[in-house]
Every structure is written in C-alpha cells, then in structure tokens.
C-alpha cells in the first residue's frame, strides 16, 4: 500500500508555470503506475498523465508539450512539471497510484483504475 500527499498548487497566470509534489510512503514506488489526474467543478475527473515503474510516459492531448511527470523513486516522489498554463487547466489536481504487475508498462491513465489517491491540490490559472 501507499499513502498519498500532493503540495505545491497555487494561482498563477495563464502562461506561467507551477510544479506539483506528491509525496508517497508505504511501498516502493518501483511497484506502481503513478499518474496525475484533475477535476474541475462540474466536471468529471480527467487523466492528466502517468508514469510506469520503468519510467515509461502517458498524456493527455490537452497538455502534451506542456506537461511533463516525473518520480525520482528513491525519494517516493511524483512530480508534475506545468508549463504555459492556460485558465483551461484550472482544477483540483490529485496524485494516484495503482500495482503495476510489468515494470515495463506503459499506463493507462482512467480513473477507475487506480485505488491510491492523494488528498489533491488546487491550481488556478487566471486570464
């Protein structure tokens, strides 16, 4: 099992950039698919990206080129690296986990699939 817990959210302009933390203890992380998700009001919760226990990548079109997620396995941390931040991408962000059986994989990033979940983080993007 691990324990989830996002830092990092904040306000800023459309343009700018923020990095989101998210600190796990319990398990390894070289056992887990690790991914962002975020959900804004009225709106169903949406993957952001993931990261395999291999390091292998998935994203969302809407943030590619923009976005980039990381884990530095050693320190049980996942990060989310935001860059040219639209008003779009205003929402609570929560980081997720799930077992990953093939250190290999690449993940899928649903929702439903994962069943570790941080407490999330609020990132405002104003115009």
């Known amino acids: 099992q691990v324990q989830l817990v996002e830092s990092g959210g904040g306000s800023v302009q459309a343009g700018g950039s923020l990095r989101l933390s998210c600190s796990a203890s319990?398990?390894?992380?070289?056992?887990?698919?690790m991914a962002w998700f975020r959900q804004a009001p009225g709106k169903e919760r949406e993957g952001v990206a993931g990261?395999?226990?291999?390091?292998?990548?998935s994203y969302a079109n809407s943030v590619k080129g923009r976005f980039t997620i990381s884990k530095d396995n050693s320190k049980k941390m996942l990060y989310l690296q935001m860059n040219s931040l639209e008003p779009e991408d205003t929402a609570m962000y929560y980081c997720a986990a799930l077992r990953c059986l093939n250190y290999w994989d690449r993940p899928r990033i649903v929702p439903n699939d994962y069943n570790y979940w941080g407490q999330g983080a609020q990132v405002t993007v104003s115009s």
């Open positions: 319990g398990d390894s992380l070289v056992k887990y698919c």
């Open positions: 990261i395999g226990p291999g390091g292998l990548t």
